[in-house]
């Protein structure tokens, strides 16, 4: 096995997870400096930031309820073969704990 091609998958990975860390420490600075000025939408020389909005949903009592009986009834199919699945194939990397 080629161990090269698995050293720079790992280390890609790492950087990945380094860099999404940092962008996300930015993302506050960034956010509030666009609230500071008043813009949704900031064009640059590096590409354009907006502030995206989502809805967070609350829901009510009885559809928590439903919400709950209709993940056992998934499960109980699951368990009695009546619900189908489809296998995915993916790389699961953990780093190791040694530096």
Do not use: C
């Amino acid at each position: 096995m080629n161990k090269k091609i698995f050293q720079k998958y790992a280390q890609i990975k790492n950087q990945i997870k380094e860099l999404q860390l940092e962008a996300k420490e930015i993302e506050k600075s960034v956010l509030e400096e666009m609230k500071k000025a008043g813009a949704e939408i900031v064009k640059s020389d590096w590409g354009t930031f907006s502030i995206a909005k989502r809805r967070i949903w609350t829901y009510s009592p009885k559809v928590i309820d439903l919400s709950e009986k209709l993940r056992l009834l998934k499960k109980e199919e699951e368990e009695k073969g009546i619900a189908s699945y489809k296998i995915n194939e993916n790389i699961v990397f953990r780093p190791s704990l040694k530096k």
